[in-house]
């Protein structure tokens, strides 16, 4: 940085949705501030490289014909860089927009990896009254008007004013916290600042390599692009995560169309490769299992009970997971649930014990145990299942045998990859038998 006073560039996109490639901006607003007062401000509009979906214009009111004729991201780049200049870059969620617009540099040939600070993190740390550290939450707690929520141009406005707030209170905490790794204390040391550009926001399998390219995690997520970030997204991070930004130098990534596939493929992988920052594998079959039985009142019951057999409704890894299941069950199916294992809450769910009561928590009970073997049944007499395509268009494929995993392949359209054999684990079978049922509710 310069020696002139520090200014702040505090920044706020707006976007379509789409990963951060830069090409899915819609409108950007910076407003470049000393930390009490506003100097400049820049605002553009941005034509995104695919349409604006109708939730998203619900929420910002920014459609396709707003953006017809503005510049794309790419044209703005250099106008852009040059406002930006070697200010501290400030956001609400510092990752989020940063993110899209340093893949929007990146992919105008423009370095920008420039000191930042977010407004979220600083307000967890700094501010004891509020409960919920979202910009509408804050602005409401402090009273501060925004014109425009969820426009670019508003939420910059919101974030100066909020961050002034801040300044003022903790100016010398906030320099203190630029100084220290130039407001990216947060971030792997070894890891390029634009190691992330293109991680897309779908489902998917990530690994994170040491400096001799070995694997050091594995993890998976339905979306990348947010699973990702999260692990660099503050510095006050258990001692593992803290490990791991030690080691970690570079990041890959295997988009797998679904969430399913990425289940299977990161389960398999962590088997095979034994990630020495993974925590233990999440084994279900020795974990706690929800049994189903008829007691002597001849009521249709479930219990959640350590182990269990071959027979059970279905298998988790932990306790907790198990009943947070029950609870969902008796909801979505109308169960009584003092009579699925949840003692204590049959009575707030205005269910009496009679004859009627018992009938009808019977037949209910009933018929969903009927879609569950039905389920099985499909799921045992299926060879291969095909999963939705990747977008580089391949096929998912999973091999089951009499219902169980048994190999994975991702086959092309124009020829048939060989099968990837595994010996599974419980946790693919309960994702396989979850996935069966899912499928039998649809129809």
Same mark, same amino acid.
């Given at each position: 940085?310069?020696?002139?006073?520090?200014?702040?560039?505090?920044?706020?996109?707006?976007?379509?949705?789409?990963? &951060?490639?830069?090409?899915?901006?819609?409108?950007?607003?910076?407003?470049?501030?000393?930390?009490?007062?506003?100097?400049?401000?820049?605002?553009?509009?941005?034509?995104?490289?695919?349409?604006?979906?109708?939730?998203?214009?619900?929420?910002?009111?920014?459609?396709?014909?707003?953006?017809?004729?503005?510049?794309?991201?790419?044209?703005?780049?250099?106008?852009?860089?040059?406002?930006?200049?070697?200010?501290?870059?400030?956001?609400?969620?510092?990752?989020?927009?940063?993110?899209?617009?340093?893949?929007?540099?990146?992919?105008?040939?423009?370095?920008?990896?420039?000191?930042?600070?977010?407004?979220?993190?600083?307000?967890?740390?700094?501010?004891?009254?509020?409960?919920?550290?979202? @910009?509408?939450?804050?602005?409401?707690?402090?009273?501060?008007?925004?014109?425009?929520?969820?426009?670019?141009?508003?939420?910059?406005?919101?974030?100066?004013?909020?961050?002034?707030? @801040?300044?003022?209170?903790?100016?010398?905490?906030?320099?203190?916290?630029?100084?220290?790794?130039?407001?990216?204390?947060?971030?792997?040391?070894?890891?390029?600042?634009?190691? @992330?550009?293109?991680?897309?926001?779908?489902?998917?399998?990530?690994?994170?390599?040491?400096?001799?390219?070995?694997?050091?995690?594995?993890?998976?997520?339905?979306?990348?692009?947010?699973?990702?970030?999260?692990?660099?997204?503050?510095?006050?991070?258990?001692?593992?995560?803290?490990?791991?930004?030690?080691?970690?130098?570079?990041? *890959?990534?295997?988009?797998?169309?679904?969430?399913?596939?990425?289940?299977?493929?990161?389960?398999?992988?962590?088997?095979?490769?034994?990630?020495?920052?993974?925590?233990?594998?999440?084994?279900?079959?020795?974990?706690?299992?929800?049994?189903?039985?008829?007691?002597?009142?001849?009521?249709?019951?479930?219990?959640?009970?350590?182990?269990?057999? &071959?027979?059970?409704?279905?298998?988790?890894?932990?306790?907790?997971?198990?009943?947070?299941?029950?609870?969902?069950?008796?909801?979505?199916?109308?169960?009584?649930?003092?009579?699925?294992?949840?003692?204590?809450?049959?009575?707030?769910?205005?269910?009496?014990?009679?004859?009627?009561?018992?009938?009808?928590?019977?037949?209910?009970?009933?018929?969903?145990?009927?879609?569950?073997?039905?389920?099985?049944?499909?799921?045992?007499?299926?060879?291969?299942?095909?999963?939705?395509? *990747?977008?580089?268009?391949?096929?998912?494929?999973?091999?089951?045998?009499?219902?169980?995993?048994?190999?994975?392949?991702?086959?092309?359209?124009?020829?048939?990859?060989?099968?990837?054999?595994?010996?599974?684990?419980?946790?693919?079978?309960?994702?396989?038998?979850?996935?069966?049922?899912?499928?039998?509710?649809?129809?």
């Amino acid at each position: 940085m310069s020696d002139r006073p520090m200014q702040f560039a505090i920044v706020d996109i707006e976007t379509n949705g789409g990963p &951060p490639t830069g090409a899915n901006i819609t409108e950007i607003a910076a407003i470049l501030h000393d930390g009490q007062r506003e100097i400049d401000r820049w605002v553009h509009l941005v034509k995104p490289a695919s349409p604006i979906p109708p939730g998203i214009t619900r929420l910002t009111g920014i459609d396709d014909t707003m953006v017809a004729d503005a510049p794309m991201f790419g044209e703005l780049a250099p106008d852009f860089q040059a406002f930006l200049g070697d200010a501290v870059f400030v956001a609400h969620n510092v990752g989020f927009d940063l993110g899209h617009i340093q893949a929007g540099f990146k992919a105008a040939d423009i370095h920008y990896n420039p000191p930042r600070l977010c407004t979220v993190r600083m307000s967890r740390k700094w501010l004891d009254g509020p409960q919920r550290f979202s @910009l509408g939450a804050l602005c409401a707690y402090f009273g501060i008007e925004n014109e425009a929520h969820h426009r670019a141009w508003g939420d910059a406005a919101a974030t100066a004013i909020l961050f002034a707030r @801040l300044w003022a209170e903790r100016a010398e905490e906030i320099t203190e916290e630029i100084g220290r790794g130039g407001g990216r204390s947060w971030w792997p040391p070894h890891l390029p600042p634009d190691a @992330l550009a293109g991680l897309p926001a779908s489902p998917g399998v990530y690994q994170f390599l040491d400096d001799q390219g070995r694997i050091v995690y594995i993890g998976m997520s339905r979306n990348l692009s947010s699973r990702v970030r999260q692990h660099f997204n503050n510095s006050a991070q258990p001692s593992r995560e803290q490990e791991l930004r030690r080691r970690i130098h570079k990041v *890959t990534w295997q988009e797998t169309g679904s969430e399913l596939m990425a289940l299977v493929l990161e389960d398999v992988l962590i088997r095979r490769h034994h990630p020495p920052l993974n925590a233990a594998q999440k084994v279900v079959g020795k974990g706690w299992a929800v049994e189903h039985f008829t007691c002597r009142a001849g009521i249709k019951r479930l219990s959640c009970i350590k182990g269990g057999r &071959p027979t059970a409704v279905r298998k988790f890894r932990s306790r907790k997971d198990a009943e947070q299941w029950l609870r969902e069950a008796a909801q979505s199916h109308g169960l009584n649930p003092a009579w699925t294992g949840l003692p204590g809450m049959a009575w707030s769910e205005q269910w009496v014990d009679n004859a009627a009561s018992r009938q009808l928590h019977n037949d209910r009970m009933g018929e969903w145990l009927k879609e569950i073997q039905a389920a099985r049944q499909a799921q045992r007499l299926q060879d291969v299942l095909k999963l939705p395509a *990747t977008p580089d268009g391949k096929t998912p494929e999973i091999l089951l045998e009499s219902g169980g995993f048994k190999a994975y392949r991702f086959s092309a359209s124009s020829a048939e990859d060989a099968w990837e054999y595994d010996t599974g684990s419980g946790r693919i079978d309960a994702a396989l038998e979850r996935h069966f049922l899912e499928v039998r509710a649809a129809d």
